[in-house]
């Protein structure tokens, strides 16, 4: 079963509109992350916030992390085409260095 | 792909054959992982090792195993492949030391077609 469920499984943008995709989890974390896989390649890590935190920056990626609510939001301002790809969340478990990923997100940027 | 290879990128077998896949690191990086991403199911962590002889089954292990005798090569073994093993595997890595303990990197991929 999976940890994290994103939503909306598609997004469809125009470029330069800014894109939200959200993540749901069910059990307690110490951090959330996000990566994306571009077609045919592999996932490449974005970004990473702890459990203590709140919202994290990274050039044009915005992350917020509610705990109470088991949630967390990534944001992409300003969007390119670049950008089309899918989008997964991921949380970690208890031993072992692993991760829980989410069904993603397939976000496609209209140039 | 942060010094990861997987080989081979591409395989048709038939059911019932074995198949070995190899993911090698130039990272030396304690844990490797292999996963498998199938439509509508996400990446499934099918098995992980953390270190040298060292392994430990994921949520979709049966029917696979795993062997690592050298820090940077995992191998994942179907022993009698079958259709639902069709599927792209993924290789990831990470470490057990510095700030980003946490952060996986991920191979290019396997495509395994099982007819």
């Known amino acids: 079963s999976q940890q994290g469920e994103e939503d909306p499984q598609a997004l469809s943008i125009q470029e330069g509109e800014n894109a939200t995709m959200n993540c749901s989890y069910k059990?307690?974390?110490?951090?959330l992350q996000w990566y994306r896989q571009n077609s045919g390649r592999g996932l490449v890590h974005l970004i990473l916030?702890?459990?203590?935190?709140r919202e994290k920056h990274s050039g044009r990626l915005r992350v917020t992390l509610d705990t109470s609510k088991k949630s967390s939001s990534l944001l992409i301002t300003a969007s390119r085409a670049a950008d089309t790809a899918s989008y997964f969340c991921?949380?970690?478990?208890?031993?072992?260095?692993?991760?829980?990923f989410g069904g993603g997100t397939r976000l496609m940027v209209k140039p | 792909d942060a010094g990861i290879t997987q080989s081979p990128r591409h395989k048709v077998t038939e059911t019932g054959t074995p198949v070995t896949l190899r993911c090698h690191q130039t990272?030396?990086?304690?844990?490797m992982y292999w996963y498998r991403q199938d439509p509508g199911h996400g990446l499934r962590l099918i098995h992980y090792?953390?270190?040298?002889?060292?392994?430990d089954k994921g949520e979709v292990s049966d029917g696979y195993s795993v062997s690592r005798s050298k820090t940077e090569d995992f191998l994942l073994t179907l022993e009698s492949a079958t259709s639902s093993q069709t599927s792209v595997y993924f290789c990831?890595?990470?470490?057990?030391?510095?700030?980003?303990?946490?952060?996986?990197?991920f191979g290019p991929g396997t495509r395994l077609t099982v007819l």
């Open positions: 990831a890595i990470s470490d057990s030391q510095g700030p980003s303990t946490d952060t996986q990197y």
């Open positions: 059990t307690s974390i110490n951090n």
């Open positions: 916030i702890r459990s203590n935190e």
């Open positions: 991921a949380t970690d478990a208890d031993a072992g260095n692993m991760l829980t």
């Open positions: 990272e030396n990086h304690r844990y």
């Open positions: 090792s953390y270190g040298v002889k060292d392994t």
